[in-house]
Each structure stands twice: as structure tokens, then as C-alpha cells.
């Protein structure tokens, strides 16, 4: 693997350490033995250092593989895997922050996370701050115990993005991290290290994995950040099985065409919700309209399937509720990421401490996946007619 290729080659590239057999056999593991006590007791002392096969938990031939192909996705020094996203920024909060300490949060943050901070920072005595998902006011929170400075760019449902390599300076300046959720980005569209932040978090559940079939999480950090990240990973006893991690590595083979695919469809479907009289607007940082378009235009190198469509005022939520039912090829379920498409009711009130969503209208979440755009619209306008005047 060389640098001076692009990066869609090297992914496909990466993760490939054996020789002859195009892929990683599965290790199943739990044991590693030794040859002598003198071979035993060197790789417990170097495998704080470096990358070793020395326990189950300590990564196999398959989570190595696996991370491999993550370092050359986002750039960085060291990955990290765990059972779920929500571990992966569990133990990111837990190994950068101690007793005393402050965190930014923004306000865009995907919602069982705020759970995680009521739950177990406050406990701690870590003290957390919500933020506004633009980040225009960070210089005017950041305060001398701030530690860290946590971000997900483009938000959780509204997508709005930070200006990354000036959050990742101010940071940087008072002696804080930035970590990034990128999950939206998931290396291919965006990524953070590249702009500055020290740690990307990605739930691979959703498109490295990209088929809907294993939970996964992972944290590339750079050399700054990976000490207390792997500290704090270690003691924790975080790990993936190896059938696991095989089945996120085989679905990143293909994640450059499935994003190309599910950007190009997200944004077929926005152009014609966009001319539907009951759609007040539809949130998509790819949309000139977006209040983060220019970021996203300097920042990242496409869009997803991920839409957020809000309705007008006078739509009832239970007349949205109505027509989700009616959807037949939008499942209705958590998660996104997978090659089927998705639908959610979206409730900004409950997903945002800082902006009033008060009278607004219902909104829901779609994920777009790779089924023809042109079905997916037909299967629209068939639920949606039930929205307009004519149908109460
Ligand atoms: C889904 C999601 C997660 C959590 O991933 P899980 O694997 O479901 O725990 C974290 N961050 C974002 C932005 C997500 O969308």
C-alpha cells in the first residue's frame, strides 16, 4: 500500500497482510501461546507499545486487518474497535475526561448520548455543555478546564457543521482534544483528522458494515490522542469478535460505490420532495439552502442517503404518522447505513436543548438507500397523498 494512491485504491488495499488469499482469514481467538516464558514476557512488555498478537482481547489476525483498512480511510496513528458506536464514544468521554473536567457538547449530538452525560458524566463530576451544531459561540464557552471539545459534523438530523480546522485550533490552544463523531462522514466523505481533530469515531453499524447485519463501533486517533484512548479501551475490556470484524472489512470493499450510489439517489429524492407543497424543507448539507452548504462544499466530498424532511405547520403529526405507515419500501427502524431504505419520525424538541422547535412542522428521517431512486419516489408520492388538503 502507498500513500500516493487515491483513496478509494488504498482502501481496497489495506487490510490484506497475508499472502496468495485476496482476504484475512477469520481468527477466531481467545488464546495466544507462547513458544518460551523469555517470548512471553517480551510481548507483555512491548505490546503497550505496539500492535501484537498476545490475547483475544488484544486484537487478532481480523481486528488487525480490520484496522488497518480504518487507518487508511481516516488517516492517523492507531484504531480501536468495540462492540457498538455507543461504546466507541463511551469509552472516547471516559478516556479524556476526569474529576473536575469540562466537555462541549454539541447540541446536533446523536441522542443516546445525552443519556450517557445525565447518566454518568455528571456522577463523575465532569461537567457537560451543550454547544450550538454550527459551533459559532465555542471561543466564548471554552474555559480553562475545558479538556474536551466533542463533535458531530454534519449533525444528527439538521446536519449543520463546524468550521473543523479552526474548532480543532481553539482546542488545540487551550490544551483540549477535539473528537468527532463522523459517522456521516464515515471516512469517505469526511475526514476530521485530516482537518484537525484528534479523534474520529465512526459507527460502523451503519455504512462501513453497510449491510444491516453487525453492530460495530471504532476511534482513529492521532498519536495525541491514542495513549489515554487505548488506556482507557484496555481497561474497559473492549473488543470485537473476528466474525465480527470480517464482516465490516468485506462491506468496506465496497463503501466508495455504495456512497456514490446512496449520495446521488439522497439527492434525486430531495429535488422532487423539494416541489411537494406539504414539504416545508428538506435538511440535507449537499442542498444549496442548507446553512452549512459552504462547509460542506470545502469539508466533505459528497453526501449520503440521509435526508430530514419537515413538513408545513399545518400538517399534523398524526397525518405524517399515517403516511410513515403507509410507506412499502421505507422500513420503519433505527440505524441507518444499510443498502435498504428508512424512515423515522423525527422529534426535535426531545433531540435539542438549545434551538425552540415549538411550532414547527412534524419532520421525519429518511435513509435512501440503493434501491432505484425513482421507485423510492413513486412510494412517496403514493403515502404523501394523504397529506395534502384534498385527502384530510
Ligand atoms: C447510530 C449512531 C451511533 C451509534 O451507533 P451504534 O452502533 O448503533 O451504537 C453513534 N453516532 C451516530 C452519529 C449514529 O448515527
Redesign the pocket.
Known amino acids: 500500500m502507498t500513500t500516493t494512491h487515491k483513496p478509494a485504491t488504498r482502501l481496497l488495499r489495506a487490510g490484506r497482510p497475508h499472502r496468495g488469499w485476496i482476504n484475512t482469514p477469520v481468527t477466531r481467538a481467545s488464546t495466544y501461546v507462547f513458544d518460551s516464558v523469555a517470548e512471553w514476557r517480551d510481548t507483555r512488555e512491548r505490546r503497550e507499545k505496539e500492535r501484537l498478537a498476545s490475547y483475544g482481547a488484544r486484537g487478532t489476525d481480523s481486528t488487525h486487518a480490520l484496522e488497518d483498512a480504518l487507518l487508511a480511510l481516516e488517516g492517523g496513528h492507531r484504531a480501536q474497535l468495540y462492540p457498538?458506536?455507543?461504546?466507541?464514544?463511551a469509552v472516547v468521554l471516559l478516556a479524556a475526561l476526569r474529576a473536575g473536567d469540562h466537555v462541549l457538547i454539541t447540541d446536533a449530538v446523536?441522542e443516546?448520548?445525552r443519556r450517557f452525560c445525565a447518566n454518568h458524566l455528571s456522577r463523575l463530576g465532569i461537567a457537560y455543555e451543550f454547544y450550538p451544531p454550527d459551533g459559532s459561540d465555542l471561543s466564548a464557552r471554552i474555559r480553562p478546564e475545558t479538556r474536551l471539545i466533542y463533535a458531530?459534523s454534519p449533525g444528527?438530523l439538521t446536519y449543520e457543521m463546524i468550521d473543523l480546522p479552526a474548532v480543532a485550533d481553539l482546542a488545540h490552544r487551550h490544551g483540549a482534544l477535539l473528537a468527532v463523531?463522523n459517522?456521516?462522514g464515515c471516512g469517505v466523505l469526511c475526514q476530521p483528522l485530516a482537518l484537525g481533530a484528534d479523534i474520529s469515531?465512526l459507527?460502523?453499524?451503519?455504512y462501513l458494515g453497510g449491510h444491516a447485519d453487525v453492530?460495530?463501533?471504532a476511534v482513529v486517533c492521532n498519536a495525541r490522542a491514542w495513549p489515554a484512548v487505548q488506556q482507557a479501551s484496555i481497561d474497559f475490556g473492549q473488543t470485537v469478535g473476528a466474525d465480527d470484524a470480517w464482516l465490516v472489512l468485506r462491506g468496506m470493499r465496497s463503501l466508495t460505490v455504495r456512497m456514490a450510489a446512496h449520495g446521488a439517489a439522497a439527492l434525486k429524492v430531495a429535488r422532487w420532495l423539494h416541489t411537494q407543497p406539504v414539504v416545508a424543507r428538506v435538511w440535507s448539507p449537499a442542498l444549496p439552502n442548507h446553512p452549512s452548504h459552504d462547509r460542506w462544499r470545502r469539508d466533505c466530498r459528497g453526501t449520503n442517503g440521509l435526508l430530514t424532511v419537515e413538513f408545513r405547520a399545518d400538517i399534523t403529526q398524526a397525518a405524517v404518522e399515517a403516511m410513515i405507515d403507509s410507506l412499502a419500501l421505507f422500513g420503519l427502524g433505527?440505524?441507518?447505513g444499510g443498502f435498504e431504505s428508512l424512515v423515522v419520525p423525527v422529534n426535535m424538541r426531545a433531540a435539542r436543548s438549545l434551538s425552540d422547535w415549538t411550532g414547527r412542522g412534524p419532520m421525519l428521517r429518511l435513509h435512501v438507500g440503493l434501491e432505484d431512486p425513482e421507485d423510492l419516489i413513486e412510494d412517496l408520492r403514493l403515502a404523501m397523498q394523504c397529506l395534502s388538503p384534498s385527502h384530510p
Open positions: 457498538t458506536g455507543q461504546a466507541a464514544i446523536y443516546p448520548v458531530e444528527s463523531d459517522t456521516w469515531i459507527a460502523a453499524t451503519k453492530m460495530m463501533g433505527a440505524s441507518w
